[in-house]
Structures are given as C-alpha cells and as structure tokens.
C-alpha cells in the first residue's frame, strides 16, 4: 500500500500484530499445548526440554495455521455468526488470501521444523491433522453433515497423540486412549453449546444436529456419547498413564457428567427456555472443566512418577 | 498530508514490524537451542570420509590401539 492509497476512503483498516495472531485462534492453541504436552510428559521415554519445548511450538504453529486456513474457507458463514463474527477475516482487517497464505506457509513450516526437531511419525500426524482439519473437516463435512462435529472433533484430539509421538516416536495403546477421550468427548461438549447457541448456526446455514434433527435428537445424541465417554475414559486409569489419581478425578468427573447429560436428556424446550438453559450451560461449562481435569490427572501421574508415587506401582 | 504526521496505520505498522521481528529472533534462537541439543546428546556421529571403516564390520577385529 502507498502513501497515496492513504487519503482514499475506500481503505481497508490495516491489520495490527494482534490481527494475525487471532488468525491462528490462540485460545485453540492453548488446548493443543496442554494437550500435546500432556501426551509428551505421560509418555514412558523422556525427551530433552529444548526438544519438547520446540515440538509444542510447532504443533501450536500447525494448530494455529490450520486455524487461518478455516477462517479463510468460513468467512462468510463467520461474518453471520455473531460468536465469530469478529473474527479477522469478516471483520475485515485481514484479507482472505492473507489468511491462505498464512495457513499455507505457517503447516508447511510448522510439520518441516516439527520432522526436524522431533521425527517423521509426529510431523506426518501433525501434517494429517492439519489436513483433517481443514480440509476434510471445514471443506467438506462442516456443511454437509450434521455429524460434522463427531469427525471434526478427530482433529481436536490428535495434539496428546503428537505429543506422544514426539517422544516415543511412535503410536501407543495410551496414545490413542487420550485420543478417544477428546474424540467423544467433543460431541456432547458441542452439541450442549448448540443448544442454546442455535440461532447462530441456523442463520449460518451450517448443518449442526439442532438444525437439522432438532433438539430432542440433539439431547439424545449427547446422552449417548456420555454414556459411551464414561467407560473410555475410566479404563484409560487401568493403563500406564492412569493411576489412583487419575482414576479418582475420572470416577468423580465421569459421574458429573452422566448425571448432567442425563438432565439433559430429561428436559424439553419449554423447560429449557423457562430457566434460559441454565442446565445446558452448567454441562458446557462442567465440559470445559471435564477435560482440563482429566489431562490434569494424567499430568499429574506423570510429575509424581519420578517420586514412585505416580500410576499403579 | 505531511509525511511525518504520525497517523494509527503507522503505530499498525511498527507493531507488526516489531512483532515479527521478535518472532524471528525467537525462532533464530529456537534453531540455535535445537543444534546445540541435537549435537551434544545427539548419537554418536562419525564423519564419513569414502574408506571403509572396519570398527563397522560385524564381528570383525577391534582396530589397533582399541
């Protein structure tokens, strides 16, 4: 842009260093890092610091540049959604192609310094989430099919599997366990929110299981997937990442959350819009928790094992 | 419009500027740490200088002074 293009009035407000951090969805990323560093530290083999610490830079890069390239392709639905609406690329202070290119270069970048700070098997993960996420997931199946959010939640829980790959160069019993659990626990973690966030989706025209089954659908789906979470994530206290703590926070959090689908499940709309969703909310918000708690535990295993107090002895 | 006028696009500007430079240097840095580990505990490395090494050799004898 020159100094010319300035006193025009058809300028774009220019993007500041905030803007194209936004455009990697930061608070995203910050679930990677805990998640991916959860999946490094619960592994059997340790890695040097320097080595971990880069590794989650760089999955929280390929995170982030999976994010641009979704804002990219869903600006327009963005723009319509008031929760997304403000958002770099419909607000207008990042243009799209600047989002692509971001995307673009930041995954390639991200997956070559990852294979080169870490090894292959964690770099192609990284390089398949990303591709998951962007495209099969924002491309394809966002607007195609109401169980958009069970597959595209599979890229969501594939950061604690890099993790454990950048150490142990491989993929474990464990491994996919923590997977799963961030892979079934999505649904119902979304689906509460589109609950009482369903006017958004409606007028985006993104077929979300509220809009296109309805509600009573909806509170079934998440039932289902809670009942089927419980047992996933209670056995994963049985393997070598759970132990008694794990499995104390899981039992207790597991019971929560069954106990908060099943009220759910029990309510109509006319109840729900009497105490403006206030159980909806509450599960959502108990979700948020549910998940942070679990990798807690699992991290929480894995500092205590040096002592001889961590896992099953 | 004088061109020293100091207008918010420019502050955009010097923000962005500066942001990407610290994230350079960091990344600069980030590289250096990773070479550093990667050299010091790395495995053993032996430069490979076109002649045969017989230390390589399956069951082969120790070399001299071994």
Known sequence: MTDASINTHTIQPEAGFGDYVALLKPRVMSLVVFTALVGLLAAPVGVHPMIGFASILFIAVGAGASGALNMWWDADIDAVMKRTAKRPVPAGKVEPGEALAVGVALSGFAVVMLALASNLVAAGLLAFTIFFYAVIYTMWLKRWTPQNIVIGGAAGAFPPMIGWAVATGGIGLESVLMFLLIFMWTPPHFWALALFMNADYEKAGVPMLTVTHGRRVTRNHILAYTLLLAPLAIGTGFTSIGGPVYLAVAVVLNALFVVGALRIWRRDEAISQDDKYKVEKSFFGLSLLYLFLHFGAILAEAALRPYGLGGWG | ?66
């Open chain 2, 1 to 66: 419009m004088s061109l020293r006028a100091e207008h918010e696009l420019h502050r955009r500007r010097a923000g962005r500027n500066i942001g990407l430079a610290l994230v350079l240097l960091g990344f600069i840095a980030i590289v250096f740490g990773l070479t550093v580990v990667k050299v010091t505990s790395g495995d053993p490395m032996q430069a490979f200088d076109h002649v045969s090494r017989p230390e390589m050799v399956p069951g082969a004898a120790p070399a001299k002074g071994d």
